[in-house]
């Protein structure tokens, strides 16, 4: 039985984020559907989940559509820049230029002293310098479009670009291990479906930061949005919804 008004939220979620021109929440929302009909679909399930060819297939699928539907999203929202770009060359840039963009930042002199932390947790700064009128936010802005030799590279330049910044060559390697750690712990709880008998908030939450953990390798999303208040008061109205209506 299809629920035509939760279809309807999702479509009009996909089209006010395109309209807003950031491509981002659309992956993010389509991204998030993944995780969550899997966990959903394997519910009381107590042998995990099982992804079979046919699903396999599906996904696979799923990435080649959105794989070569950058460059349509891309002048969808106006970025009419990319028009001398031929669909394959803009694939490749975003599937390898964060690697050249890093290399390109690490040879590059840039000091963070003043801001400690700014470009791991930008968002949870920017938040608490409104809350407390204080300016703790000052990164310094590396992430540039850039190109080389001619080829184009955009300002993708994967989530390490932030913990080296942040935490040098040494810092950034328990910084991987703790998102790998804590990753790993929100999906092993919102696996655990079967032991609720009332909606599993785990699985909200994994499915939000499913997005953030798949484009690691292009950028901060997943600790922007993720370590936020915003996020804290989302969790917290989850509850409150689950407690009250369910």
């Known amino acids: 039985k299809v629920d035509w008004l939760l279809l309807a939220t999702l479509i009009i979620c996909f089209f006010a984020n395109l309209l807003e021109g950031d491509r981002g929440g659309v992956f993010n929302l389509l991204l998030s559907l993944v995780p969550m009909i899997l966990l959903i679909k394997n519910n009381y399930k107590k042998n995990g989940i099982s992804v079979m060819p046919k699903k396999m297939l599906v996904l696979l699928i799923i990435g080649l559509v959105l794989m070569f539907g950058l460059k349509s999203s891309a002048k969808f929202i106006g970025r009419n820049d990319i028009n001398d770009i031929n669909t394959v060359d803009y694939i490749a840039m975003y599937a390898g230029a964060e690697i050249k963009n890093l290399d390109l930042l690490l040879q590059e002199n840039y000091s963070n002293k003043d801001t400690p932390f700014s470009h791991t947790f930008g968002t949870f700064s920017k938040q608490l310098s409104k809350i407390f009128k204080y300016d703790i936010y000052k990164p310094v802005n590396f992430e540039k479009f850039r190109q080389i030799n001619g080829f184009r590279l955009g300002n993708v330049y994967s989530i390490y670009s932030s913990f080296v910044l942040d935490f040098g060559y040494w810092g950034f390697i328990p910084m991987i291990i ?69």
Not at 183 to 204: M, P, Q, R
Not at 211 to 219: A, D, K, L, N, R
Not at 222 to 238: D, H
């Open 178 to 246: 703790l998102i790998a750690f804590i990753t790993s712990y929100l999906y092993e709880k919102a696996k655990d479906n079967y032991k609720y008998n009332n909606v599993n908030i785990n699985i909200l939450i994994y499915s939000f930061i499913f997005g953030g953990i798949t484009f690691c390798f292009f950028g901060n999303k997943l600790i922007n949005q993720s370590v936020t208040l915003s996020f804290v008061a989302y969790i917290i109205t989850w509850h409150l919804l689950n407690f009250i209506f369910i």
